[in-house]
């Protein structure tokens, strides 16, 4: 597929996540994202040094600005397992907003058209580091890194985009 | 002057001789050509047994100097009486709470008896579980290893479908007792489940 871009309707398919009662859900992205402003930050792997040290808290520490201009949902996604990616989410106690779910299939970052492969690092494939703004399932920002690195992706530049 | 005919499983020809210097050689007009989705064949190995030497093949995991590495099976087994247990999923609930701290505990018993090497291993990548295996601090023996990409698994034949947990294809749970490579133990589970596969199990096998 041809990567996501502005103007596009994200396409609808199937992620994972565990909710706020603890219980593996698998949930079409529509049903969660549809009716609202969300943002959605893609992370080449759970527990990987620029998603962990760089990535997630640019969105954890820039969580209350993002929400104060409108933002419903903060939402990191990744080609881990939703077990791994609910542990990792852990790790970040200072987080109060943004919620972690899980490409499990892999099904749903080839919708997106951002697969990245990683197998050189024993990652397999995985998806391409990027942030995205969401209206109504409408995007509005795509900011999408050729590969693993960390230039156009943060929180900041969201903010500067909303 | 004769025909020599030569039958194959899919199709048969045949080379007969004309004249005292000439030979015709005769194709059928069909030929059958069996299709193939997938070369070589899909089919899963056969699980893993006693008596088995362990199947050649690459795993990662972090060393001590945090470096990435990817080895060989045998290089890190031969010559050594390594127990090497599975585990379908890191941060899972049985694996995390159940089977690796059995094998944390066990340990040093487990080396008393002549274990060289404990290593857990699982289908999740290098990075998840070197960071799995630091939720152990208690863990002075047990090495974390990673088949990111299944095919170990698939070598062993303990392939388990995990997709509708969103985990994908995942290893079912075992334990091996190998020595120099050969399988001397294998306690292998159906799917996740934990009933053969513990620390103790292999423990009573010593």
Request: charge should be negative; hydrophobic fraction near 40%.
């Amino acid at each position: 597929m041809a990567p996501i871009a502005v103007g596009s309707v994200l396409p609808d398919g199937k992620i994972f996540l565990f909710d706020e009662n603890d219980q593996l859900q698998t949930v079409t992205v529509h049903s969660l994202l549809a009716g609202k402003k969300v943002i959605l930050f893609g992370v080449p792997g759970a527990f990987t040094s620029a998603c962990s040290l760089q990535h997630v808290p640019s969105f954890i520490e820039k969580a209350d600005q993002l929400k104060a201009k409108g933002v419903n949902e903060i939402i990191c996604y990744g080609m881990n397992d939703p077990y791994v990616m609910k542990a990792w989410g852990k790790t970040f106690p200072e987080n109060k907003h943004v919620k972690f779910v899980s490409d499990g299939s892999g099904e749903y970052t080839k919708l997106l058209g951002l697969e990245l492969d990683l197998k050189d690092k024993g990652l397999g494939i995985r998806t391409r580091r990027f942030a995205m703004l969401l209206d109504n399932l409408k995007v509005t920002v795509a900011n999408i890194e050729t590969g693993g690195e960390f230039t156009v992706s943060s929180a900041e530049d969201i903010l500067k985009a909303l | 002057m004769g025909t020599l005919t030569i039958q194959t499983p899919i199709y048969s020809f045949s080379l007969k001789s004309n004249s005292s210097d000439s030979v015709s050689l005769s194709l059928p007009t069909k030929l059958f050509i069996p299709f193939c989705t997938s070369f070589p064949p899909t089919s899963s190995m056969a699980p893993i047994a006693v008596g088995d030497v362990v199947p050649e093949g690459s795993i990662s995991f972090f060393d001590e100097n945090d470096q990435l590495q990817t080895v060989s099976v045998h290089s890190l087994a031969a010559g050594k009486k390594v127990i090497l247990f599975g585990v379908p999923g890191a941060f899972t609930p049985t694996c995390s709470m159940k089977h690796v701290p059995g094998f944390i505990e066990k340990a040093e018993e487990l080396k008393s008896k002549g274990v060289d090497e404990i290593i857990c291993f699982s289908v999740n990548d290098p990075f998840v579980m070197k960071a799995w295996g630091k939720t152990y601090p208690e863990n002075k023996h047990v090495k974390f290893v990673a088949d990111g990409s299944g095919e170990y698994t698939k070598l062993l034949g303990l392939e388990l479908d995990l997709k509708d947990k969103g985990l994908g294809v995942r290893s079912r749970r075992f334990a091996l007792l190998l020595d120099n490579l050969k399988v001397t133990v294998a306690n292998v589970e159906s799917g996740g489940e934990f009933t053969v596969s513990s620390a103790d199990d292999i423990l009573k096998a010593l």
